[in-house]
């Protein structure tokens, strides 16, 4: 096969790949977006490609189109390792991190802040956004910038924060949520952009989705919406990179560790031998 612009192939999966422009490799701390296709078949790779090539020139757009971007989400990263407190990434950013290139317009973070945790996410937002008022108050700007911060809903996002990945972005070390506590909140909530960055997600091949059913058992409502939303996500990556089921499970084996053996499948061995003694 010859080379396809953007296209690299990895092991048996295809990989897109696009070099940051100069003017943005520091503000990015990356000289290039690497993001898995998802797939082995050139075709549907080629077509996911194309939807990654958008995805990056509009990150590209929006960082020289709103230049204080990093300077704000430098600000409140450092406002919160100064409390010490445990935080997250969420949104767009976080799936950027992911290796899945996105259009990245806000700051969208969640934060173990104690019992008064609304008045201090509060607090350090209005900090923020006083500094930077000229960019963030839509009365002063055209595109102001959207800043989110909020305590954790529950013990089990809590739990969740330990997971969280340290990677350089926007010039600083910064705490960028697991695949699986993204997956685990698109699916636990719902906003317009949820389903599709959930897909992508899986689509990527990198997220345990035996842990997210786990964390959406003890959590989910009674109508377990949280779990038929997690079906409907893994058949949109289906649908998005190929069109036979077994070969999305072929080609996601191969992606994985062989050595590695599944949690749920430790604890059925486990039960096992306690039945037997």
Same mark, same amino acid.
């Given at each position: +096969? ?15 790949? #696009? ?6 490799? %520091?503000?990015? @701390?990356? *000289? ?14 080629? =077509? ?9 020139? &509009? ?32 949104? %767009? ?20 802040? @104690? ?15 006083? #500094?930077?008022?000229? $960019? +963030? ?5 055209? #595109? ?17 924060? @330990?997971?969280?990945? /340290? #990677? ?7 705490? !960028? ?10 699916? $636990?909530?719902?906003?317009?952009? $949820?389903?599709? *960055? ?11 989705? $035996? ?6 058992? &003890?959590?989910?409502?009674? &109508? &377990?919406?949280?779990?038929?939303? !997690? ?9 998005? /990179? /190929?069109?036979? =089921?077994?070969?999305? +499970?072929?080609?996601?084996?191969? %992606? ?22």
């Amino acid at each position: +096969m010859g080379s396809v612009a953007n296209i690299v192939q990895r092991g048996r999966i295809f990989h897109f790949r #696009r070099r940051v422009p100069a003017d943005l490799r %520091r503000c990015l @701390g990356r *000289n290039e977006l690497v993001c898995s296709l998802g797939t082995g078949d050139i075709r549907t790779a080629k =077509f996911q490609a194309c939807r990654s090539y958008v995805a990056a020139e &509009e990150l590209f757009s929006t960082l020289r189109a709103t230049p204080m971007l990093p300077a704000i989400f430098r600000d409140i990263i450092g406002r919160l390792d100064a409390a010490g407190a445990a935080y997250a990434v969420l949104g %767009r950013i976080a799936l950027t991190l992911h290796e899945q290139a996105r259009f990245v317009g806000d700051i969208e973070i969640v934060a173990d802040l @104690g019992t008064d945790g609304g008045e201090r996410a509060a607090d350090l937002v209005r900090a923020t956004r006083t #500094r930077f008022a000229a $960019h +963030m108050d839509p009365h002063l700007c055209r #595109r102001p910038i959207e800043l989110t911060l909020r305590p954790c809903t529950c013990a089990t996002e809590s739990g969740l924060l @330990g997971n969280a990945i /340290t #990677r350089p972005w926007f010039g600083v070390p910064a705490r !960028l949520a697991s695949a699986e506590h993204l997956l685990w909140l698109w699916c $636990h909530t719902e906003a317009p952009d $949820h389903a599709m *960055n959930a897909s992508a997600l899986i689509a990527g091949g990198t997220v345990d989705l $035996h842990r997210v059913q786990g964390l959406l058992r &003890e959590t989910d409502d009674i &109508e &377990e919406s949280g779990q038929r939303r !997690l079906r409907l996500a893994i058949g949109d990556a289906v649908l998005s /990179t /190929t069109s036979s =089921f077994s070969r999305f +499970m072929t080609e996601r084996r191969a %992606r994985l560790d062989p050595n590695q053996v599944p949690v749920w499948q430790l604890q059925r061995a486990k039960a096992a031998d306690s039945d037997k003694r």
